[in-house]
């Protein structure tokens, strides 16, 4: 079995290609080859556990993830968990890889599949509201989906923000990072944004003349009790695309305006649809991507990270 640490993680795949592979997930994951079941959800207060598994043709990955929000205060990762590999014809186990990270980068580079079909190719500001590990992953892989110069970033927390930089500073060094005193700043300044937060209610003002003609990109909210999204936003869009339809029924940013009838059923599509036919993306120049995540991603990022580490002998061989 390899063991694959996070910054081997890191560094096994250019950002480009991270995005390429989970586009490439989002298209395969109605293939009959794959088979991703439910994730198992476990609520323990604020806290969530989650176990993720996915079939392939050829692998198979199961992910455990513990996500404790509260971390943060004690200035600890909110989310912990690891990923095996599993050899899809023995059952034989290939790898072990570090959940956390693994997660930051799928997640970014699904994000960054929305930001590659929705948002203008020509944008060079990007907002990030919310800057912990998952916010400036998507900051980095963005960077390389957009010719970004400058990246606008909110978060309540200085160490948080402190960090947001000096990871900047390291992976994109020639994009400006600019400090703003709340969400609002950031909208204002960005032609897209992003969210990674666990908001209880909305962080993007409900305000359709600031937000109007912006791509959106949600990423926290991944329970029926968190929302980023305000009602605004669901006045000004064609559709909402999503990556996994269990997120109808786990999001509050897909529950609340789905129950309050501020969209349609039939306007909640999945991003493969518009990833085979881009001429279903309407003429609203404001665009709405919401992900939640699917186990298929995971085994697509660990064969990734498992193939390349093979290839440039990365990692620590052990038996177990």
Known sequence: MRILSSQVIEQAAEPTLWTDIMELALKS????DYFTPKRMHVDINDNTLLLMPSVGPDMFATKLVSVF?????HGKA??????????????ESLALLNGAKLTAMRTAAVACVGIRHLSDPLATTLGIIGGGAQGRHIAWLASH???LERIYVYDRSPQTISEFISFMADKCPNVDVALCEDAQQVVVNS???ATATTSPEPVIPNLEDLIIGKCFISVGSYKPDMRELPESIFRLIDSVWIDAEHGKTESGDLIYPLDKQMIKEEQVKHISSLIEQPNELGFRETRLFKTVGQGIFDLFAAKLVYEKACESNLGEEVNL
């Open 29 to 32: 994951s109605n293939d009959l």
């Open 78 to 91: 909110a989310i912990n968990g690891t990923v095996v590999l599993n050899d899809g014809a023995s059952g």
């Open 69 to 73: 929000p509260n971390n943060v205060k």
């Open 191 to 193: 032609e897209i944004i």
């Open 145 to 147: 989906e957009r010719d």
